[in-house]
Each structure stands twice: as structure tokens, then as C-alpha cells.
């Protein structure tokens, strides 16, 4: 059974980081594209930043980047995404997903096979 645990979620101050793992288990997704997206209350989901299983192509929603920087460690399993100068509007739940592709793309939920369950992440003064 696939598993896929968000953690490092939680209150930051405007400007403030933080940096979300996700660790997959059940099985190896080496060939997968991987992403972050996020849900404010009231809103849909969205897409936030997408990686390929190299590392070496990465794609951002517009309002991310400059500021986040999305990462994977195919040895341990695990997806990243390090948040820099955050907003209070990128407080949101962060979810991490599995592509159904190999290529980056601005997925909707649609494209996405599997979802992790959710951090909270909380900007605000």
C-alpha cells in the first residue's frame, strides 16, 4: 500500500521559512514526476511546484516562484519544498502527490495518482 507522510508544517511569521518533507513508502516512484500542492480554505486545490525523478527539471506556480525551491531524494524516498519570504496568503494545507507522468506540468488534481494527507502550513504575525 502506497503512503505518502507530509511533515514540517506549521506558524511562521510573514517573511519566515520552512521546509515540508515527504517520505513515500509501499513503493519507488522513480520514474514519476512528483509535486506540491495546496488548499486555502474556501479555495480549491492548487498546484504549487512539480519535479521530474532526475531532479533536474522543476515547474512553479507563478504566485511560488523565486520563493520555493522543490527538491527529491530518490535514495531516502522523499519529496521536499523549502518556502522562503512566505505570505500570509500561502497559508494553506500542503499536499504532496504522485503524477500520474514523467514530465512537470501544472497538474490539476486530476493528474495525480496518489496524495498525502496534509500539513498545515500558517503565516501570519
Known amino acids: 500500500q502506497v503512503q505518502l507522510v507530509e511533515s514540517g508544517g506549521g506558524l511562521v511569521q510573514p517573511g519566515g521559512s520552512l521546509r515540508l518533507s515527504c517520505a513515500a513508502s509501499g513503493r519507488t516512484f522513480s520514474s514519476r514526476a512528483m509535486g506540491w500542492f495546496r488548499q486555502a480554505p474556501g479555495k480549491e486545490r492548487e498546484f504549487v511546484a512539480a519535479?521530474?525523478?532526475?531532479?533536474?527539471?522543476?515547474e512553479y506556480a507563478d504566485s511560488v516562484k523565486g520563493r520555493f525551491t522543490i527538491s527529491r531524494d530518490n535514495a531516502e524516498n522523499t519529496l521536499f519544498l523549502q518556502m522562503n519570504s512566505l505570505k500570509p496568503e500561502d497559508t494553506a494545507v500542503y499536499y504532496c502527490a504522485v503524477s500520474k507522468f514523467r514530465r512537470v506540468g501544472r497538474w490539476g488534481p486530476e493528474g495525480i495518482d496518489y496524495w498525502g494527507q496534509g500539513t498545515q502550513v500558517t503565516v501570519s504575525s
Open positions: 519535479i521530474i525523478w532526475s531532479g533536474s527539471i522543476a
